[in-house]
């Protein structure tokens, strides 16, 4: 299903060498120019007009991404379901995907770095998986290209889940005599259908529908009256100051990849997309990140280092835009974010029965 827009198709903002990693400077193409300086403040009582030149480059939520390579059954997602709250799939039996990415806390566990099975601690912040299948790619560096392929990486992580291969992974699996039919309902024209390959599927076909529309969603669609005349003003401010050249389309966010510190140099050991390409031009490159529910997904970064949305968005000003923002845009800005968080689907995420077949050690660990 394809997102709606408001006054019709979503159109990006102009994109390329100048966009930033969480806002972009202005293009004389789609803001104002001189005419309107990066400090203007905003009188609280007046009413920003929001046009629809600004939305047109947002879209609202659709209720799944479906997949090219496959149907998005009911199958396949109890499956999926299963295997997101599945501890069993890692080397001590105690860490599942649910752990890192608590999906009654927006899809975060709320840690700088999320804890991994022998309590270190992984390099980078854990994103939510709500809405990230709508992403250009997966992890900050976008090493994975879908929500599938994303799924097998932190099960054998030696820091994360820890267990040591694919195959360790599928013997688990296959001794817990309860996925039999489960894997065979989801994959029923697959003759050996427990692989660590099919668990990935199943696991990334059930995030596919971790979708939250918010307010902001029926305002684009239409009714203006679900954003308060300060949220109206942030999302202006939002659009004017530069921020949606980067975090744009249904994710606001997600769908490019920019330099952290474009303008001004952010210092990081974190080199970024340059790990994975070795281009020098992807040094300190990171995938620009979805702002849906940014107000309940803290801490920020890469590193999980900033803890306030204050701090983000004069952080992102300075270091992405050149500016200075005042303390009116900033509460603004602020006010528009928050509209963006979206409903929780308790019932479609609501943990799963698990089969209760335990595998033996030597299955689980190799």
């Known amino acids: 299903m394809k997102p709606r827009t408001f006054f019709g198709s979503a159109f990006a903002l102009l994109i390329g060498a100048t966009l930033v990693v969480s806002c972009g400077q202005p293009t004389p193409a789609d803001t104002p120019t001189e005419e309107t300086p990066s400090t203007q403040t905003t009188d609280s009582t007046s009413k920003e007009i929001v046009t629809a030149a600004m939305l047109s480059s947002f879209a609202s939520l659709p209720n799944k991404v479906s997949s090219s390579d496959y149907q ?41 770095t999320s804890v991994g099975h022998d309590g270190q601690s992984g390099s980078r912040n854990a994103p939510t998986v709500y809405n990230a299948a709508l992403h250009i790619a997966q992890f900050w560096d976008g090493r994975s290209p879908d929500v599938e392929d994303q799924a097998k990486g932190p099960i054998v992580n030696p820091i994360e889940m820890g267990m040591p291969s694919g195959d360790d992974v599928t013997a688990a699996l296959r001794a817990i005599s309860g996925y039999d039919p489960l894997f065979a309902a989801a994959f029923p024209n697959d003759p050996d259908p427990i692989t660590y390959e099919n668990a990935a599927t199943a696991i990334g076909a059930f995030e596919r529908r971790l979708l939250t529309p918010s307010r902001f969603d029926q305002f684009l669609e239409g009714d203006t009256s679900q954003l308060s005349e300060q949220e109206q003003r942030g999302l202006t401010t939002f659009v004017t100051v530069g921020c949606a050249t980067c975090h744009n389309n249904a994710a606001v966010g ?57 701090e983000m968005v004069r952080m992102m000003g300075r270091h992405q835009l050149g500016r200075e923002l005042t303390d009116t845009q900033v509460n603004d800005i602020i006010a528009f974010l928050e509209s963006l968080t979206g409903e929780i689907p308790y019932d479609y995420i609501a943990p799963p029965q698990l089969p209760d077949t335990e595998p033996t050690s030597s299955d689980s660990s190799g």
């Open 254 to 310: 997600g769908m490019m990849y920019q330099k952290l510190g474009i303008v001004q140099a952010y210092i990081t050991d974190d080199l970024g997309r340059f790990d994975i390409t070795g281009q020098e031009n992807d040094r300190y490159v990171f995938k620009v990140p979805s702002l849906r529910n940014i107000a309940e997904t803290t801490p920020y970064l890469h590193d999980g280092s900033i803890t306030t949305l204050d």
């Open 72 to 112: 998005l059954t009911d199958e396949i997602i109890t499956l999926g379901r299963m295997l997101y709250y599945e501890p069993r799939i890692s080397v001590n039996q105690q860490v599942s995907c649910n752990s890192c990415h608590a999906l009654d806390q927006y899809g975060v566990d709320g840690l700088p």
